[in-house]
């Protein structure tokens, strides 16, 4: 069992920037795939970025010039920065892993319990 807590949320003004951190406790000696996703009220949930144990990193075409996934395996702890915001970037962030490296909400059985990011126009 892997057990994960999301923090740095907040409300920022368009193209401000903001840093997610996601706190891991459990099994985490296992090499788990990290990921972000993020749900907008009335959608889906959908994927945001992911980086493996290793380091490789992947991102959603919406975010990726602009948002930066890193993990520090040492102290458990995969971050989320946050530039450029858009308020189209409002949303529930949630922190996700999985054994599989994959985009897919299906594949990731850890979830936080979300963090809220508001932005204004």
């Known amino acids: 069992q892997v057990q994960l807590v999301e923090s740095g949320g907040g409300v920022v003004q368009a193209g401000d920037s903001l840093r997610l951190s996601c706190a891991a406790a459990?099994?985490?000696?296992?090499?788990?795939?990290m990921a972000w996703f993020r749900q907008a009220p009335g959608k889906e949930r959908e994927f945001v970025a992911r980086?493996?144990?290793?380091?490789?990193?992947y991102y959603a075409d919406s975010v990726e010039d602009r948002f930066t996934i890193s993990r520090d395996n040492a102290k458990n702890t995969v971050y989320l920065q946050m530039n450029s915001l858009k308020p189209e970037d409002t949303a529930v962030y949630y922190c996700?892993?999985?054994?599989?490296?994959?985009?897919?909400?299906?594949?990731?059985?850890?979830w936080g319990q979300g963090t809220q990011v508001t932005v204004s126009s």
């Open positions: 980086v493996t144990w290793g380091g490789s990193t």
């Open positions: 459990g099994r985490t000696s296992s090499p788990y795939a």
């Open positions: 996700a892993a999985s054994r599989r490296v994959s985009a897919v909400v299906a594949d990731f059985p850890y």
